[in-house]
C-alpha cells in the first residue's frame, strides 16, 4: 500500500463542526508535513445510501495519491465494519455501511480491506477522530496497521443500483445535484419531478433569470438549477426527492 501525503475529508459533520477541528488537529500534530483539506462537510446526514453516489463523482478530476477519511456514519458504535478502500491509486478509508460501495464499484482497480486495528481508547460516538484519523496518520507514515483483505462482494451497498434517480445534494445556491450520471442521459431528455417538466441547457446563460432546467454539472451529473435563483426554494425539493428523466412532450 503506497503512502500518501495529502488527505481529504469528507463527513456530514457540517460546516462549523468541533468535530472536524478535532479531526484536523489531530493529523496536523501527527503529520506536520501533510496537506489536510476539508474537502465537503455538508454530505446529506446519516444518509450514506445518498452520499455513495456524490463520493465518486467529486473526486473524479481530483488528483490521484489522496488519501480520503469519509464519514457519514449513522452506525458508529454498532456492529458495522470499518474498512480500507484502494481505488485507482487512492485510498478511501471509512464505514462499510455503502458510502464506500460506489466508489469501489467505479474504481478500475479496487482492492477493500477490513480495519482490524483498534486504539486503546475509542470513543463508541466519534471513531472519525479516534480510529479513522490513527489509520490514516499510519498509512501515511507507511507503517498500516493491522488489515485483512475484504471481499468487495461482500460490501455494505453492492446491491444498490448504478445510478440513483434522487436529489442526493442541495448546494449553498439551492441547486439540487442528482445520483444520475449524464454522460448516460440523451440531453433532448427532459427531467420530471413533482409536476415540472425541465429542458436541458448546457449552461446558466442559455436560460432566461428564474427559468428552472437541468444540466451536466462539473462533476459528471445531472443537475437542477433555476437561473439566478434557488431551485430547491422554486420547485419545492430536496435531498432524497425522486426524479425521472424522459422523453421530452
Not at 434557488?230 to 426527492?241: K, M
Request: aromatic residues 8%; glycine residues 10%.
Amino acid at each position: 500500500m503506497a503512502e500518501f501525503s495529502r488527505i481529504a475529508l469528507l463527513t456530514d459533520f457540517g460546516p462549523s463542526s468541533p468535530y472536524i477541528g478535532q479531526m484536523r488537529l489531530n493529523l496536523a500534530a501527527a503529520l506536520p508535513g501533510t496537506a489536510v483539506i476539508e474537502l465537503i462537510s455538508d454530505l446529506p446526514a446519516f444518509r450514506p445510501d445518498l452520499s455513495a453516489y456524490l463520493l465518486p463523482a467529486l473526486v473524479r478530476d481530483l488528483p490521484r495519491g489522496t488519501l480520503y477519511i469519509g464519514v457519514v456514519d449513522p452506525g458508529v458504535g454498532g456492529d458495522r465494519l470499518a474498512i480500507a478502500v484502494e481505488a485507482d491509486a487512492n485510498l478511501f478509508i471509512g464505514p462499510d455501511n455503502g458510502l464506500l460501495a460506489l466508489v469501489c464499484r467505479r474504481a478500475l482497480s479496487c482492492r477493500v480491506y477490513r480495519i482490524d486495528w483498534r486504539p486503546e481508547i475509542l470513543s463508541p460516538s466519534f471513531q472519525g477522530r479516534d480510529l479513522f484519523v490513527p489509520v490514516a496518520v499510519s498509512l501515511c507514515r507507511g507503517l498500516p496497521p493491522a488489515m485483512t483483505t475484504f471481499d468487495s462482494a461482500n460490501l455494505q451497498g453492492v446491491e444498490w443500483p448504478e445510478d440513483l434517480p434522487r436529489i442526493i445534494y442541495v448546494d449553498s445556491f439551492g441547486n439540487l445535484i442528482t445520483g444520475l450520471r449524464a454522460a448516460l442521459v440523451n440531453p433532448s431528455e427532459s427531467l420530471f419531478v413533482k409536476g415540472h417538466r425541465l429542458a436541458r441547457a448546457r449552461t446558466f446563460h442559455e436560460v432566461p433569470v428564474g427559468m428552472a432546467f437541468w444540466y451536466e454539472n462539473a462533476f459528471g451529473l445531472v443537475e437542477v438549477a433555476v437561473n439566478q435563483g434557488s431551485a430547491t426554494l422554486e420547485l419545492g425539493l430536496g435531498v432524497g426527492d425522486e426524479i425521472a428523466m424522459g422523453p421530452s412532450l
